[in-house]
């Protein structure tokens, strides 16, 4: 094996010692930027929850002692909000627009904790679209969906 002469052997730990702290660096501003980012994502996700919580909550602020549903009857109540959120146009603007213009949301949808209820995607796609579900694991807790353009 060849021998090194010492000018080498200090140039060669040099250059790996600035190497070492390039790379250490360099990871430390990549994994600021990454956590920066998902942080970001995440609070504009909150905000747009509580938007559509908000906008919801506006929708179904009404009385419905004037209108003709059995307010004593679950299933008629039940019928009267899906209807009062699908025609809401307000809320229908706001479903629409945050699935357009923000980049990090791929869907959003109002969903009911019932077994039985009817999805109801704001893009015409399906509400559970996207890489993080299987349509077979879905298909097993929703019994129908009715794709319906507002």
């Known amino acids: 094996m060849a021998k090194l002469r010492l000018k080498t052997k200090l140039v060669l ?9 390039v790379v250490a660096f ?9 956590r920066q980012r998902v942080q ?3 609070e504009n996700g909150d905000f747009v ?10 929708a179904l602020e009404i009385d419905l002692n004037s209108t003709q549903v059995d307010a004593g009857n679950p299933q008629s109540v039940r019928g009267a909000t899906e209807e009062i959120l699908q025609t809401d146009p307000g809320l ?11 980049r990090p949301i791929y869907d959003a949808a109002i969903a009911d904790s019932a ?3 009817e999805g109801e995607p704001a893009d015409g796609i399906g509400a559970f679209a ?11 807790h929703v019994r129908s969906w009715k794709i319906r353009r507002a």
């Open 130 to 140: 996207g890489p993080a579900f299987d349509a077979s694991d879905i298909a097993a």
């Open 115 to 117: 077994p039985d209820l």
């Open 40 to 42: 970001d994502t995440y």
């Open 13 to 21: 730990a040099i250059s790996g010692m600035v190497m070492a702290l």
């Open 49 to 58: 929850a509580h938007q559509i919580f908000f906008a919801t909550h506006e």
């Open 92 to 102: 229908n603007s706001l479903m629409q627009s945050i699935v357009g213009y923000s």
């Open 26 to 34: 360099s990871s430390i501003y990549v994994l600021q930027i990454v």
